[in-house]
DNA sequence: TTTACGTAGGGCACTGAGTGCCATACCCTC
DNA sequence: GAGGGTATGGCACTCAGTGCCCTACGTAAA
């Protein structure tokens, strides 16, 4: 069962953390977890497992992370600050825009290290209490987006409402195309594969409108055009829309 | 797939043995652990207080629930079920309103208690274990609805995309309702606010026709229409496509 | 009535996560 | 070399949750 000792702790008592610059303690710690995460599963390796074969004491273990899930998912405290960061150097764009944008930063995260995030994904469809730290960790990105879009829509009659429900459905969305990502292995493009599902909600509120005209997003594909407008615009300006993306051919 | 039943007896069914009728135990226990939650906060309250005030072992409180935070939630499981059994015999009318009325459910089950409701919410808006599990408990919900969805659009091509969109959009926006009567102390009518929150939703995929509820209804340009057609479509047929959308309303 | 059995509950000991407190080793500055 | 801040280890403790075994009670069969 534990055979796989090899005694660093009196050696890391002699000579400190070893002199890797870069990676003390937290990261000998995420690399011993998912080391016996993977052979025996997360509920069957205890924390004193982890801290034997990082060499380091117990105690150590819960000054770099508060709870055993949370050296499950080392990098979402980071993730989630630079979302914040980025929603508050937001103030101009569709607002769905901007937190679809948003939500590509956590995809970029994954990506980052595809080996990685399935292997992580794989551990926690199949672990509770992981899915439950999960969803409290999408949950926080939810509320993030929501923070941005209330103030976004703050002259809005029903602005609140609106910040909530979009903010779901762009977490929805986006999960939806990473989890299709991660099934796959995390072979392809994920951010592809987001985009996809991100650009169902765009269009569901009409902030794709002005795309058809701007060379930017051209259409799809070579023979099709995809058209959306708000259903308020007048007739003549819709035509004109459509006469402008066929002409500019 | 899903045969259609009499609803009331798959209710009766999947509620199986029945806990209202001879469940004294179980009464008693979240009966004693409200008293001490309300008083001492739910951390500070152990099992073994819980069970003291109960008169009853401290092994017999796991036996009726499966965790502390379960004691704080004692009829989500129940509500699951009816909701469950409720979308297997609902398999017709639009899709969207199909779900819109089994959130109802949940909103149902929250205005039958309205002080408890209110309780529950207060605590568990501080503390963070029982946000958890809240959420937990509103992602099975919603999973169930997105479930529901997924066969329905069973033929669309982004069927699953659409699915999982519009059960975050429902529950989100339900969750907005809810939280706007249990705010204001569960006092008014807890389906009329979830109503108004679920409209938005309906009248975003146009579930809804024109809205006879002038005052909450969101403004027109909400409303999109998604044009897709080959690019060597003659333009007459684009325009009168477009104009048969809008007089169809 | 007695016996056998199934079930609800209590008692007890154990595992493991998470915390508070203190001692120690290291590093930097004066 | 002395002093102060920081990082780490060790230890003991609380408490949630579990497995095992025991008792009590009701019931059905002999």
């Given at each position: 069962m534990t055979d796989v000792r090899d005694e660093g702790k009196a050696t890391a008592a002699v000579s400190g953390p070893e002199p890797s610059d870069k990676a003390p303690m937290r990261e000998a710690l995420i690399e011993a977890a998912f080391q016996l995460f993977l052979v025996h599963g997360f509920e069957r390796t205890t924390v004193d497992d982890i801290v034997a074969r990082a060499g380091v004491g117990r105690r150590s273990f819960f000054r770099?992370?508060?709870s055993k899930e949370d050296v499950v998912f080392p990098e979402h405290e980071r993730c989630l600050a630079e979302m914040s960061a980025f929603l508050t150097t937001s103030t101009a764009g569709e607002?769905?825009?901007?937190v679809c944008d948003a939500a590509r930063l956590v995809t970029r995260m994954y990506a980052a290290n595809p080996e990685f995030s399935v292997q992580r994904y794989r551990l926690t469809r199949e672990v509770p209490s992981l899915r439950g730290y999960e969803l409290s960790v999408v949950h926080r990105y939810e509320r993030t987006l929501a923070h941005y879009l209330r103030q976004r829509y703050a002259g809005d009659h029903v602005g609140a409402l609106r910040a909530e429900v979009q903010a779901a459905a762009v977490v929805a969305a986006h999960n939806n195309?990473?989890?299709t990502w991660l099934r796959g292995g995390g072979q392809g493009d994920a951010a592809k594969a987001v985009d996809q599902s991100l650009t169902f909600v765009r269009q569901t509120w009409g902030s794709l409108g002005e795309s058809a005209e701007?060379?930017?997003?051209?259409?799809p594909e070579d023979d099709v055009i995809v058209m959306v407008a708000p259903r308020s615009v007048p007739m003549w300006?819709?035509?004109q829309k459509i006469e402008k993306t066929l002409?500019?051919?």
């Open positions: 770099y992370f508060p607002p769905l825009d901007v195309g990473l989890r701007s060379g930017t997003a051209p259409a300006r819709v035509v002409g500019g051919d």
